[in-house]
């Protein structure tokens, strides 16, 4: 779909901005009548006063969403029934996809061709966990005859979500259709820099037939809201995507409080593994630049560290390096960008600081390194390049979540697959060749949960999605998804 700039505008005077937390049915202030201010990163201007949750209006929202499940009305109705309202739902949010994806723009920075195809990914997500309600099946186990012992899957009751700001409606997507498709009800905590697209459709969750209660959106800070919901006494499941700090203290509030089921969508430092038998290293160059600088490199399984073989080391380089100049930032609301701004001022600062920690440390800047468009008041980053990075160095250890890239090189590939897992991560690894045994055999070696070869990614919702090691556990998308919103019980009948 293709739009003017002036286009563009026009959706944004008329995108409408909720405020107000959505609990039981109803948007509502919160109940201290507290609110934040909702910056926006492409101006640095205030776009709206958020209501500012706390412990009293998750408790309200907990307990509508509990009331809802006892009585029934979602998850004892027929799964034809579900499906259908969760159809008419995926409906609604694509008869408003240039409004959320706008949204999308303004609260985050990300730029609005990247939005109108996350929004897209976003309705037909919701489709395809309404499609698959009436698809799964229980187990009768291999007994003697004179027993019949049924496995099924129940949901859990009430599922707390936790959504990080860089793909705020996709995450929230990601754990809301699954919760829902398996007849849980949810309470959703947006991260407070992306409130806008979450809190806009949850009118349509209503208008579509989803019961009051059912699905409730609490925004506000994760200290009060979000600790409010993971320590919450009658929160059954909580399902987390953000930093790993912020995953393991969640671990924590549940063994602090009812030992609710937890999964955790955490950090990545992806290995991007490149071979001189790739099969076009031009390509190859080209979809590393698309990747790495995607959402201004804010992104869980962005390619970070690219281990280059020694001997294509400077060529690639070069083609990288062209490549990249096609992402200097631009108003990402201008749908000729194609790399808008990072989120808030706080994380272009903690961007900038970890360039200076990559100089002072003795890698080399091939590129970018500073913040640009200054006068626009906004945040922007240019696409930032350092090579001679070794594994060690921090710039190459630590999560920085924007567009800077370490290039570290190898010359085995024993020496490949060394670097690739000394990483308290284990998200997603990256490799190219056109080898397969040499792939084959990488894949089973590297230690995280996605590996992609020959390619930048898996936006299938048929695959799962989930890291190893500090990358935390549990699985986004795919039917494996939905199996974490479901418990198993086992009916033993002696007959
Ligand atoms: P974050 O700071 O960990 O925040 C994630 C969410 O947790 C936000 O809603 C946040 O609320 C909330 N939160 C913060 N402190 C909390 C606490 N004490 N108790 C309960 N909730 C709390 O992460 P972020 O900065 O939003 O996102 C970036 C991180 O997410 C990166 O590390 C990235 O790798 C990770 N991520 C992972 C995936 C994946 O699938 N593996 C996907 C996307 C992002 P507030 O921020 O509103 O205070
Ligand atoms: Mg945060």
């Known amino acids: 779909m293709s739009l003017s700039f002036e286009e563009v505008k026009k959706l944004k005077e008329n995108a409408e901005i909720k405020t107000q937390a959505f609990i039981n049915g109803k948007y509502a202030d919160s109940l201290d009548g507290d609110t934040f201010d909702k910056v926006s990163p492409i101006d640095g201007k205030v776009i709206a006063k958020i209501a500012s949750c706390k412990q009293a209006d998750v408790d309200l929202a907990v307990s509508a969403a509990r009331q809802a499940y006892e009585k029934g009305v979602w998850s004892d109705i027929t799964p034809e029934q579900r499906k259908n309202i969760l159809y008419a739902f995926a409906n609604l949010v694509e008869a408003h996809h240039m409004e959320l994806a706008t949204l999308e723009t303004m609260d985050m920075g990300k730029p609005i061709s990247n939005s109108i195809g996350e929004i897209r990914r976003c309705f037909n997500g919701i489709r395809w966990f309404a499609e698959a309600i009436d698809k799964l099946y229980g187990a009768v186990a291999t007994t003697r005859p004179s027993i019949n012992a049924q496995i099924v899957r129940e949901p859990y009751g009430v599922v707390a979500a936790i959504i990080p700001w860089n793909y705020p409606l996709m995450m929230a997507v990601w754990k809301f259709a699954p919760a829902l498709a398996a007849g849980n009800s949810v309470v959703l905590k947006p991260a407070e820099q992306s409130p806008l697209t979450l809190l806009r459709i949850a009118e349509f969750a209503k208008q579509a037939g989803i019961p009051d209660g059912v699905f409730n959106v609490v925004p506000g800070y994760g200290e009060t809201a979000g600790q409010a919901l993971a320590l919450h006494m009658d929160v059954d499941k909580i399902t987390f995507t953000g930093s790993s700090e912020v ?195 990488l894949s089973k070696k590297l230690k995280c949960g996605k590996i992609l070869i020959n390619s930048t990614g898996d936006g299938d919702w048929s695959v799962p999605h989930g890291g190893f090691k500090q990358s935390g556990f549990g699985r986004d998308k795919s039917i494996e998804s939905i199996e974490q919103y479901t418990q198993t019980k086992l009916t033993w009948i002696e007959l």
């Open 247 to 441: 995953g393991k203290l969640i671990m924590q509030y549940s063994g602090l409080s009812n030992m609710k089921r937890v999964s955790l969508e955490c950090g990545g430092k992806c290995p991007n593994i490149v071979f001189p038998d790739a099969y076009d290293l031009d390509d190859v160059a080209k979809q590393t630049a698309g990747a790495m600088f995607y959402n201004s490199g804010q992104v869980c399984d962005s390619p970070t560290r690219l281990l280059i073989h020694k001997s294509i080391k400077e060529s690639f380089l070069k083609k990288l390096i062209e490549y990249s100049k096609e992402y200097m930032p631009k108003n990402p609301l201008d749908p000729a960008c194609s790399m808008g701004s990072v989120v808030t001022g706080e994380q272009m600062e903690r961007i900038l600081n970890y360039i200076e920690i990559g100089k002072a440390e003795g890698a080399k800047l091939k590129m970018g390194g500073k913040q640009v468009l200054c006068e626009s008041g906004g945040y922007y980053v240019e696409p930032t390049i350092f090579s001679d990075v070794n594994n060690n160095m921090r710039i190459a250890q630590e999560e920085i979540f924007g567009p800077v890239l370490s290039v570290i090189e190898f010359e085995t590939e024993e020496e490949a697959i060394e670097i690739a897992n000394d990483s308290i991560y284990g998200l997603c690894a990256f490799v190219w060749t056109s080898d397969l045994k040499k792939a084959v055999s």
